[in-house]
């Protein structure tokens, strides 16, 4: 099942959260060799972390993370803008109707219907929150996946080739594309408002003016 997490409620969820920065410490640094720092628990976090995002974390019925997705508004600090601008020729992505996506990490476990599942968590959350658009940075392996998976964003900016590249995009609400990764992800659309809305009783109030 998808949860939303926000991280100032993290705590309350032990197990998932281990598992979850543990997953990112084995995908980020172990297996794909980033220079990312892992703390003496064996967890992979970064300063992000702290500025309260919101999680979409796949739990599976054992109660461990299979999958995640890191969520932070514009308006504040992000990946994009501290490291990335050089993607925008040096300009910044600011606005409270669009996110950034980061950590988008699978357990060595997962079923390959997860990577949807977390995509499909993306519109649900422009859905509920008017969001109207996500950012990201990725490499060319992750531009494969989007394909495959029925959502790709629109490259506004790339640097590197082949192997190397590394590109920025933007993800916009597309209700036909969306229902393509419903599909891959074998959920329907109303399991999916369910498991959003049993996160959020009450909705919390997004502030998009």
């Not at 281990?18 to 992979?44: C, P, S, Y």
């Not at 590394?166 to 597309?174: A, F, M, R």
Request: charged share 30%; aromatic share 12%.
């Amino acid at each position: 099942m998808l949860r939303y997490i926000y991280a100032d409620t993290l705590p309350r969820y032990p197990v998932l959260s281990q598992t979850m920065f543990h997953d990112r410490a084995d995908q980020f640094k172990t297996r794909l060799n980033w220079e990312v720092i892992v703390n003496d628990k064996g967890e992979e976090r970064d300063e992000y972390d702290v500025e309260n995002p919101l999680y979409v974390i796949w739990e599976g019925e054992d109660g461990r993370h299979k999958g995640s997705i890191r969520f932070l508004p514009t308006t504040g600090p992000t990946m994009i803008n501290d490291h990335f601008s050089d993607l925008l020729g040096g300009g910044t992505i600011e606005s409270p109707f669009i996110w950034e996506c980061t950590r988008f990490c699978l357990s060595r476990d997962a079923k390959s219907s997860v990577a949807a599942a977390l995509m499909l968590s993306g519109s649900e959350l422009m859905r509920q929150f008017g969001i109207k658009h996500f950012a990201g940075v990725f490499d060319e392996r992750m531009v494969r996946i989007y394909r495959r998976i029925g959502w790709a964003p629109e490259i506004i900016g790339s640097t590197g080739r082949g192997r190397d590249k590394v590109s920025i995009g933007l993800w916009q609400y597309d209700e036909e594309e969306c229902a393509k990764v419903a599909t891959r992800a074998e959920i329907t659309f109303d399991q999916s408002e369910m498991w959003f809305r049993d996160s959020f009783e009450p909705l919390p109030e997004v502030n998009l003016v």
